[in-house]
């Protein structure tokens, strides 16, 4: 297997590692993650109903059963899994050897190509040793400057794991349709936080002039002295040898984030219209959540290996919160159309992470950066949708769209448009097939393309990858990848 994949597959094997931290057995649908036959439909089955498609809360209601059949019952579970990779070719080699030993590691540095270096002998200096010190210091902060920006500048890795288990409940001596879902999700995330080198050779020159003609550079005595020559660069001189050596500091790092949410629904819905062929729905939804959440900050130098970037995500790292919500929805029908709108989060529920340590983090803008972050907010969105069958039911059209972006608990924008079409038979071993296309149209901007088949009218399979692709390596893959598989059963 290629090193590209391999690396690919630890992200997506990590997040799933990490799942045993749930505290139950069932999962969630994130923003991010559509359930089940969604990934492919879109907001809508084409009335091909499938328990497992209740985003909009009023949909459960439609009866795609014969009209001599009053009460429906239908249970289902849909377990997936995806990544979302934004990065250069060579993010974890390059994660390694910046926060290596040769690099931005504590210390005075060495002949090595990494954060330090040796530099002339002192006192016996002279103005041209003072010149080449600083041109070789040069040299060294920008290629150190390179690598550290090439490590972690729009480093933003993504692995999640996600399942929904809905219960579906219609009766007329209930008054309508009834829903019951109890779900988790996690997802992990890194995003690189650049500290970057801006080194000023006139600057540090005429202070390392300054120092020596004021001489305070030593002469004498047993003490090493270390000099601050500009913002992040030091140079010490050993009296003892002579030699002086100097280091960069550097704040750059990665900031590493993961979220489980488990939530508790409870779904009513009902006809509350019917003139002729159209009749209008609608559905509402409680929602009861309890929100862990976790991050850490890693300088660049304490990262030993890309591995180390997820050992804090231990349990006991997660802040947890519980917090009520509800969405609303309504759906109108014909013939041959249906249209459907959803307000998810009315109340906009929100949820603090768990603070950093910033007292060793010297670069305010990181410091603010890591702030701005540290309270997630389940936003309020309008999702719009709408569905077409031909006369025969046979073939069906999907199309849904996003009114505004959300973030996800990442901080990461999503605003789903989607279309997709679908073809039903009376075949029992393949009664389903589907394809489609979804772009998020905030964000990351990553297109999928969507398919999907369902088997012995039980089991439901689909696949999403996206059009862009990255290299690692030198291999190409995609830039994303969401597989759903699940399974459902109606009486």
């Not at 209740?54 to 377990?79: F, Q």
């Not at 305010?364 to 969105?381: C, G, H, K, L």
């Not at 088997?455 to 893959?477: E, P």
Request: glycine share 10%; charged share 20%; aromatic share 8%.
């Amino acid at each position: 297997m290629s090193t590209a994949i391999k690396q690919v597959l630890n992200i997506v094997t990590t997040a799933v590692l990490i799942s045993s931290l749930f505290t139950g057995i069932l999962l969630a649908e994130p923003i991010y993650h559509p359930s089940g036959s969604k990934l492919t439909f879109g907001g809508m089955t084409h009335r091909q109903m499938t328990v497992s498609d209740m985003g909009n809360p009023a949909h459960p209601a439609i009866d795609p059963t014969p009209e001599d059949s009053a009460n429906r019952y239908g249970a289902g579970l849909s377990i997936g899994l995806g990544i979302e990779y934004d990065a250069n070719d060579s993010l974890f080699e390059l994660l390694n050897k910046a926060g290596g030993d040769d690099a931005l590691a504590p210390g005075d540095g060495d002949d090595s190509d990494g954060g330090g270096g040796t530099g002339p002998d002192f006192p016996d200096i002279t103005d041209p040793d003072l010149i080449a010190l600083i041109d070789t210091i040069k040299t060294k902060a920008t290629v150190l400057g390179a690598l550290v920006a090439i490590a972690v500048t729009d480093l933003n890795a993504k692995a999640f794991a996600s399942a929904d288990i809905p219960v579906l409940i219609s009766n007329d001596v209930l008054g309508g349709s009834w829903t019951f879902g109890a779900n988790v999700s996690l997802t992990t995330n890194i995003k690189g936080l650049s500290d970057p080198i801006e080194f000023d050779a006139v600057a540090a020159l005429a202070e390392l002039e300054r120092a020596y003609q004021a001489s305070k550079l030593p002469s004498g005595g047993t003490e090493a002295e270390t000099f601050q020559i500009t913002k992040g660069l030091s140079v010490t001189v050993d009296p003892i040898t002579g030699k002086t050596t100097y280091r960069f500091e550097n704040n750059s790092g990665t900031i590493t984030r993961a979220a489980q949410i488990s939530e508790i629904s409870i779904g009513y819905s009902r006809k509350v219209w019917a003139k002729e062929s159209n009749e209008i729905y609608i559905g509402v939804k409680p929602k009861y959540y309890n929100v862990g959440l976790s991050n850490t900050f890693i300088f660049l130098d304490n990262i030993e290996d890309a591995k180390s970037i997820f050992e804090a995500l231990d349990k006991d790292n997660f802040s947890y919160t519980e917090k009520l919500s509800m969405d609303i929805g309504a759906i109108w029908t014909g013939k041959q159309y249906q249209l459907g709108a959803t307000l998810t989060n009315i109340n906009e529920p929100d949820f603090k992470f768990p603070g950093v340590d910033l007292s060793k983090i010297s670069n305010p803008d990181i410091v603010n950066a890591i702030r701005r972050r540290q309270t997630y907010t389940m936003e309020r969105q309008l999702k719009l949708e709408g569905g077409y069958i031909s006369k025969t039911g046979a073939w069906g059209l999907n199309f849904g769209i996003d009114a505004n972006a959300v973030p996800d608990p990442m901080f990461d924008d999503y605003q789903w448009v989607s279309l997709g079409a679908g073809f039903a038979s009376d075949n029992w071993w393949l009664p389903g097939a589907r394809v489609g296309i979804r772009k998020n149209m905030a964000g990351t901007k990553l297109t999928y393309i969507t398919a999907g088949i369902t088997v012995f009218n039980i089991v439901n399979l689909d696949l999403a990858t996206t059009t862009q692709t990255i290299k690692v390596d030198g291999d190409t893959i995609p830039q994303g990848l969401i597989l759903n598989i699940g399974a459902q059963v109606q009486f």
